[in-house]
Structures are given as C-alpha cells and as structure tokens.
C-alpha cells in the first residue's frame, strides 16, 4: 500500500508537486494526479454508483457510439497478450473493472474454452444482454473469492484506482502459476507540456477533460514503470500507441469546447491521432522471477 501526504507524490512519494487547477503533476516521476487525493476505492464507490445510475437510453447511447471502437481495441487486446497457438486451451481471464461486460464477448468469439469472470467496483453496470458470457464476482467479496486467474485485464482501469501498486499486489495474488496481468491506460503525450507553456486556458480545458474523480492519474512512462517495479512485477511486453474508445466530440463536450476553429482543429488531430499522438500504454505483467 502506499503512504503519501498531499504535498508528496502518492506515485513515488517525491516532491515538490506542481499544482494547477484541480491537479497536480510530480516534478520526479512525471505522473499528473487528480489533487487533492481521494482517501480510497470505496469512499469513490458511492460516487461511482451515483454517476451509472443511467437509464437504458443512456446505456444504449453510451455503447452505440463506443461498441464498435471497443470491439476493435479489444482483438487488438487478444492479439497484443497472445500468439493465438492457445485458441482453444481452457483459459480463466479475469475483466477486472469491466463495466458493462463487453470484453467477454469478444473473448469467448475468439477463446472458445475461456471462462471470463469479471468484477466492477459498480456491480450494477454488468449490462443484462451480456451477463450470459460473464461470471460474476461482487466488488465486495472479491478479496475472499479464491478464483484464480491465467490473465487478468485492466482494460481503461488503472487511471481509476486510488492506490495502482495495491490493486497490482493484489491481482498478483489472484493470479495462477504463470499467470500475467495487462494494463491499457492513458499517458500524457505531448500536447500536454506545449498546452502549459503556451496557451494556458485550453490546457485548462484538456485537464478538465482528462483527469479528475473518476480519471485519477495520467502516467508518464517514468512513473508507469516505477508503480510496476513497486508492486513486485516486471514488464514482458510494452508499447505506446494511439487508441481513443468515443468519437471525437465526446472528448470536446468533456472538455467543454465550444469554438469552432478549435473543434474543426482538434477533429483533425483527431482523424490523423494515429500519427500525432500515442495517448495510450498497453503492456503485459508477469511476477519476477
């Protein structure tokens, strides 16, 4: 578990942190951080539970515009974890913070032996067309669950945890012999650092699109690897890459951009983001050796 105090890093306990708005990045490690720090994973359960209490119309507006983004990030997932040799090899995949429980059809399409269990810190978003392919376990009961687990996958999860290196070391203990953890989270790339320095009210606005309650953390790759190395793991496989799971104006409306030089600017980024941008780490956890 970490120890922090508010005018230290909760990644690498370095200071100072350089304050701004409603965030906080560490001059040591890199990481910008949701400021001041939430005390922990289940004082943000209510919150969490209040913002999904969605009715079906949102739900299917929600996955209408990201669906189809999440079924291709999710093969690219498969693809990025296996060699495909072990297709039909009985499998136990954990989808730890899964939401609404897409991911476990994508896996069962592909792994025709794979049972996927997954665990929301919101029991309720498990989205009723697809419980039949999930196996549930209550947030609750998950530290007492004695299921183990050949991978398990923190797809868009560890920018949303109040303690990274606690929730590792504690999906470390869940796994089987062998067993490996993937992370997919956000990084900061460079439109964070040119914003700061040169146009003060729009990096304002990409801050208030990017972190806060819900988004805790944006990793550099520095700190990325140090709250790795912390809980005990190595890295078998790392990348950066672009990969965006809403349209374009989804992320405009959070960041609440309305001029329309800057929309018609930030759809072109956008559309070419592919080059412009790595946004996201994707890698692979084993235990060390």
């Not at 560490?26 to 939430?38: A, D, I």
């Amino acid at each position: 578990m970490l120890t922090t105090h508010e005018n230290t890093c909760k990644i690498c306990n370095a200071s100072p942190l350089k304050v701004f708005a409603h965030t906080a990045k560490c001059t040591s490690c890199g990481v910008l951080l949701y400021y001041p720090y939430p005390e922990d994973d289940d004082n943000l359960r209510e919150t969490e539970n209040e913002s999904k209490n969605w009715k079906e119309g949102a739900i299917q507006n929600w996955y209408g515009q990201s669906s189809m983004r999440n079924h291709h990030n999710f093969t690219n997932i498969l693809d990025f974890v296996f060699d495909r040799s072990g297709a039909v090899t009985p499998m136990d995949f954990l989808d730890y913070g899964g939401g609404g429980g897409q991911f476990a059809l994508v896996c069962v399409s592909q792994f025709i032996k794979t049972k996927v269990y997954i665990v929301d810190i919101d029991d309720d978003a498990l989205y009723e067309p697809w419980k039949s392919v999930n196996h549930q376990i209550k947030y609750l009961d998950f530290k007492s669950d004695g299921t183990r687990f050949d991978v398990i996958f923190l797809n868009d999860l560890f920018e949303h945890v109040s303690d990274p290196s606690g929730l590792l070391e504690t999906l470390t203990a869940k796994l089987k012999p062998g067993g490996k953890i993937f992370v997919d989270t956000p990084r900061q790339f460079w439109l964070y650092p040119v914003l700061e320095r040169l146009y003060k009210p729009l990096f304002t606005k990409l801050l208030v699109g990017t972190v806060s309650i819900f988004h805790l953390q944006i990793w550099s790759g520095k700190s990325f690897r140090l709250i790795v190395e912390r809980a005990g793991l190595k890295i078998d496989k790392y990348r950066e890459l672009s990969e965006y799971t809403m349209p374009a104006d989804f992320y405009l409306k959070n960041m609440k951009i309305t001029n329309p030089i800057i929309r018609w600017m930030a759809h072109i980024f956008y559309a070419n983001s592919k080059w412009l941008a790595r946004n996201k780490i994707i890698c692979l956890l084993s235990k060390k050796d």
